[in-house]
């Protein structure tokens, strides 16, 4: 800024402007860092399966349930 305006610039200006994106660029990390943070909880609390299988082989029989709706059926509850 001092480039464009050399005679309008007040002295102190620059530490100033240089102190305040520091702290500005702390800010935005720590902010980052709390991020990552929230979506490591927001992982784990959702629970979901490690692998979504799209199909099975070589595991012996198909499993007796496949769903809520053939529990239904034969009326078990869980």
Request: glycine share 10%; net charge positive.
């Amino acid at each position: 800024m001092k480039l464009i305006w050399w005679d309008r610039f007040p002295a102190g200006m620059a530490p100033m402007l240089i102190g305040m994106l520091f702290l500005g660029s702390i800010q935005i990390f720590f902010i980052g860092l709390l991020g990552e943070y929230i979506l490591s909880i927001n992982q784990r609390v959702m629970k979901r399966p490690l692998v979504v299988e799209e199909e099975r082989l070589n595991f012996g029989d198909e499993p007796k349930y496949r769903g809520v709706k053939d529990m239904e059926k034969d009326g078990r509850k869980e």
